[in-house]
């Protein structure tokens, strides 16, 4: 927490889904409001799982207003905020922005401003998703939140993210992103399945 004083800290949280990543940024952020640090959060276009404009995790009774970013081109959203007086920016679901997001990022350590990310670090496929791998390497913190495995009966540490499709694993091939009838659930590693024939 103290670490976020720092000019250009980064910190990424991740993780698979039901990990609570969402909660655990909303903290990070509620704790700022005793700080005199100010900070904005904002969300890609791609997440309508919950209400626009906030960030909102399952269980949690704290939200955030976020502001929504066009994934392939954030920063078209972001331009007007770098020169208002702002400490902290945070971006949920960063998993979704394209790699813009790492570029983005770097600049704002460099001119000084602090980064919260939070997003899925690997995809349904268990292969490093969008621009996580980029800002994980740059990270000063590294937060891996781990879930509880959704396989019937299992319950052990889950850091996958299993796509089910009308109730069965979709196939490799599937597109990376659906955001639609497909299902989501934790799993370990002996339970995630991504059939690829
Ligand atoms: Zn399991």
């Known amino acids: ?29 509620k704790r700022l409001d005793h700080t005199n640090l100010n900070y904005i959060a904002f969300k890609p276009d791609i997440d309508n799982r919950f209400s626009k ?28 905020y770098v020169l208002k007086d702002i400490d902290v ?22 001119m000084g401003k602090s980064v919260l990310v939070s ?3 690997l995809d349904f496929r268990g292969e ?6 980029g800002l994980l390497a740059m990270a000063d913190r590294v937060v891996k939140l781990p879930a509880g495995c959704d396989y019937e009966g299992c319950g052990k540490r889950a850091n996958r993210t299993q796509r089910l499709i009308d109730g069965k694993p979709a196939h490799y091939n599937s597109p990376l992103i659906l955001v639609g009838d497909e299902e989501y659930e934790a799993r370990c590693l002996e339970h995630h399945e991504v059939p690829r024939s």
């Open 89 to 110: 920016f945070a971006f949920d679901e960063a998993n979704f922005f394209s790699n813009e997001l790492i570029k983005i990022v770097r600049d704002f350590q460099i």
């Open 128 to 133: 490093p998703f969008g621009p996580m791998p």
């Open 1 to 29: 927490m103290s670490d976020i004083y720092t000019p250009g800290y980064l910190e990424v949280i991740c993780g698979p889904m039901k990990s609570g990543k969402t909660g655990r940024l909303i903290l990070e952020l």
């Open 119 to 121: 997003g899925l670090d």
């Open 53 to 80: 404009g906030k960030l909102v995790s399952r269980g949690m009774s704290e939200e955030i207003d976020a502001k929504i970013l066009n994934s392939e081109d954030p920063w078209r959203g972001l331009e007007d």
